[in-house]
């Protein structure tokens, strides 16, 4: 509930702040033009970035070999772009810190940390399936179960299901 008030109404409000004073230091036509070059920049630069990272998942699956940048760095060349075209000084500032590569890797690098402190503390837990062998794991525990074909028997008309 807090993040929602902070994306929602308290970053809204800080950008106005920062556009109207933005505004009153270069000039309203200026905090414009300034707005509409770097949402433009910013949907250049996320779709270069974009089209980079996908080239290099590509070719890394390719050669059978885990990606160089990982999903969670993809995951952010779509948010610091969607930052860059949203209106606003702090979100444009912090488009462009997910787009450059050196700064993402090291968000990225956070955002793994946190997930795996999260995951060691059991506030989220891990499920992987594997539908070849039908195998299930958890990041708790491990069960494995082994897939069977079962047929279903056709009941009687009339008959009721009945549970145990």
Same mark, same amino acid.
């Given at each position: 509930m807090r993040w929602v008030l902070l994306l929602f109404v308290v970053v809204p409000l800080v950008e106005l702040y920062l556009l109207l004073w933005l505004s009153s230091v270069i000039g309203f036509w200026q905090t414009v033009g300034l707005t509409l070059v770097t949402g433009i920049v910013g949907g250049t630069l996320a779709k270069r970035e974009g089209m980079r990272v996908w080239r290099a998942w590509r070719a890394a699956l390719e050669q059978l070999r885990p990606p160089p940048e990982g @999903? @969670?760095?993809?995951v952010l060349v779509l948010v610091g772009g969607? /930052? /860059?075209?949203t209106p606003g000084v702090l979100t444009d500032v912090a488009g462009l810190m997910l787009l450059f590569p050196p700064t993402r890797r090291r968000v990225a690098a956070e955002v793994r940390r946190a997930v795996e402190r999260r995951i060691a503390r059991g506030q989220i837990r891990v499920m992987t399936a594997t539908f070849g062998d039908a195998t299930v794991r958890r990041s708790s525990d491990v069960l494995d179960t082994t897939g069977e074909s079962v047929e279903e028997v056709p009941r009687p008309p009339g008959q009721v299901e009945t549970k145990a």
């Open positions: @999903v @969670v760095e993809g969607a /930052l /860059l075209i």
